[in-house]
Antibody, heavy 119, light 106 residues
Framework: QVQLLQSGTEVKRPGASVRVSCKTS????????LNWVRQAPEQGLEWVGW????????DYAQSVQGRVTLTTDTATSTAYMDLRSLRSDDTALYYC????????????WGQGTMVTVSS | DIQMTQSPSSLSAFVGDRVTITCRAS??????LNWYQQKPGRAPTLLIY???RLHSGVASRFSGSGSGTHFTLTISSLQPEDFATYYC?????????FGQGTKVEI
């Protein structure tokens, strides 16, 4: 079955960087886009960005533009989110989520990775 | 950016009730509207995509309707496992945006 398995909890100081990984299985990796969505504690969902594993095209939310880079490794079917210059308001649960083709809905989600930014 | 506004923010209901949640978009999004369910401590799961299409494996008591700027999610007969938070999401354009969520509780 289709699975997205994310890396573990991260605790970082303000100004540091973090890398979160999302290892996929059960489908052809390059055929589906991948999104990153975050959820601050007790808050709603915020889209962070999207990447096409086929073309490498990316699109980012304004709130993280210039600080985030999404990449993929097609050899291992893994997606990565690098977030730099971390701030306290980056503290959130970060999810990767697959796009279901042209409908652009998020049909499969990872389990989430908690990133805490604290001095 | 397209703003998505859900109502109500929360509601109390009983098992067996018919529940309707509304989502409004700040501009027309055709039918690129999706609904997710999120239970505490869990990732969201897709219920409905393209406004009215039931995602694989989702119970038929869930249904969606609407087009343009006004959309609804209906649960025809609320079950104990349906107590959760529901989010609408527009996939018409980027940045993708979500509603603020509707918490369904007893």
């Amino acid at each position: 079955q289709v699975q997205l398995l994310q890396s573990g909890t991260e605790v970082k100081r303000p100004g540091a960087s973090v890398r979160v990984s999302c290892k996929t299985s059960g489908y052809t990796f390059i055929n589906f886009g991948l999104n990153w969505v975050r959820q601050a504690p007790e808050q709603g969902l915020e889209w962070v960005g999207w990447i096409s594993p086929y073309t490498g095209d990316t699109d980012y939310a304004q709130s993280v533009q210039g600080r985030v880079t999404l990449t993929t490794d097609t050899a291992t079917s893994t997606a990565y989110m690098d977030l730099r210059s971390l701030r306290s308001d980056d503290t959130a649960l970060y999810y990767c989520a697959r796009t279901n083709g042209n409908d652009h809905a998020f049909d499969v989600w990872g389990q989430g990775t908690m990133v805490t930014v604290s001095s | 950016d397209i703003q998505m506004t859900q109502s109500p923010s929360s509601l109390s209901a009983f098992v067996g009730d018919r529940v309707t949640i509304t989502c409004r978009a700040s501009q027309r999004i055709s039918n690129y509207l999706n609904w997710y369910q999120q239970k505490p401590g869990r990732a969201p799961t897709l219920l409905i995509y393209r406004a009215s299409r039931l995602h694989s494996g989702v119970a038929s008591r869930f249904s969606g309707s609407g087009s343009g700027t006004h959309f609804t999610l209906t649960i025809s007969s609320l079950q104990p496992e349906d107590f959760a938070t529901y989010y609408c999401h527009q996939s018409y354009t980027t940045p993708r945006t979500f509603g603020q969520g509707t918490k369904v509780e007893i």
